[in-house]
């Protein structure tokens, strides 16, 4: 195959892979502590502070 071929071939996947790759660009999900499992992106306020 050709380099042409090739990007032919993933112009019908594009999308999909960069779907992917902006939802492993973005914060986990679901979005609990680390620590008590409260609401926060990685500690909740509560915990913020603690080791």
């Given at each position: 195959q050709t380099q042409n071929d090739f990007l032919r071939e993933?112009?019908?996947?594009?999308?999909?892979?960069?779907?992917?790759l902006l939802q492993l660009e973005g914060p986990p999900e679901p979005q609990k502590c680390s620590h008590c499992l409260g609401d926060g992106t990685y500690r909740c306020p509560d915990c913020f502070r603690r080791p």
């Open positions: 993933w112009q019908d996947h594009k999308e999909l892979y960069l779907d992917i």
